[in-house]
C-alpha cells in the first residue's frame, strides 16, 4: 500500500535528521500541537488499524516548553521531567476520542516509554500503558539508538493480521525507524516491515 500523501509545506520535512534537527524537534514551544499542512486521513487510518498488521507509532502529546529534560530530571520522578502542558493533556484526551468514535478494536497492546511524558499521553488516550525500555528516549545517548530500533522491527513483524499496536515514544525514537521528524501528538502506521504506511495527528 503506499504512503499516503500529505502536504509538506512545513518545516518538518529537512530530509536527514541532524543533531540540530533532533534538538529543535524537541522544544516543546517550536511546533504547534497540530500542524498547519494536517490532512484528514481518518478514513485511511481506520482502514488500515482495522486490517491490522501494524502498529501506531505516537509521539508524546505536548509538552510544556523545553528541549530535552531539566538538569535535575531523574526518570522515576515525574516532577523533574519536561511533562505535558494543559493543551497536551487535551490532545492526548482527543486522539483516545478518536479511537473510540472510530470504532475500532481495543489495541493488542499499549507500549511507551519510561518517560512521564509518554506514560502520561498513553492513560489519558487509552487508559492504560505497558512500560516498554526499547521505547525510551536515547536523545541523550544515539549510541542506543541501533539496538533498540531493532528491538522494534522485531517486534513489528509479530503483529497479527486484524491486530495492532500502539506505542507512545520520542522524536529520536521515531526519525530513526521513519527518517521523518514528527510533531508531538502525531503518529505514523507502519506495517510489520516497518514502512510508513500513513501519518496522522487524529483530526
Given at each position: 500500500m503506499p504512503l499516503l500523501q500529505l502536504s509538506r509545506q512545513s518545516s518538518f520535512f529537512t530530509g536527514v535528521v541532524t543533531r540540530r534537527d533532533a534538538l529543535v524537534g524537541l522544544a516543546a514551544s517550536a511546533w504547534p500541537?497540530?500542524?498547519?499542512?494536517a490532512?484528514?486521513?481518518?478514513?485511511?487510518v481506520t482502514s488500515l488499524l482495522s486490517s491490522g498488521g501494524c502498529v501506531v507509532v505516537l509521539r508524546h502529546a505536548a509538552t510544556v516548553p523545553g528541549v530535552g529534560d531539566p538538569p535535575e530530571f531523574k526518570l522515576d520522578e515525574c516532577r523533574t521531567q519536561r511533562n505535558l502542558s494543559d493543551a497536551g493533556?487535551?490532545?492526548a484526551r482527543r486522539i483516545g476520542a478518536w479511537f473510540r468514535n472510530s470504532k475500532l478494536p481495543q489495541p493488542r497492546a499499549v507500549l511507551t516509554s519510561a518517560w512521564c511524558r509518554c506514560k502520561d499521553t498513553a492513560d489519558l488516550a487509552f487508559g492504560k500503558h505497558t512500560v516498554w525500555p526499547a521505547l525510551n528516549s536515547t536523545f541523550s545517548d544515539r549510541a542506543l539508538q541501533p539496538e533498540q530500533s531493532q528491538l522494534l522491527r522485531q517486534a513489528m513483524a509479530k503483529i497479527p493480521a486484524r491486530q495492532f499496536e500502539v506505542w507512545v515514544t520520542h522524536q529520536v525514537n521515531i526519525s530513526a525507524l521513519t527518517g521523518e521528524v514528527p510533531a508531538m501528538g502525531e503518529a505514523f502506521v507502519l506495517d510489520r516491515k516497518g514502512r510508513v504506511l500513513a501519518r496522522t495527528v487524529f483530526v
Open positions: 500541537a497540530l500542524p498547519v499542512w490532512a484528514d486521513v481518518t478514513g485511511n493533556q487535551q490532545d
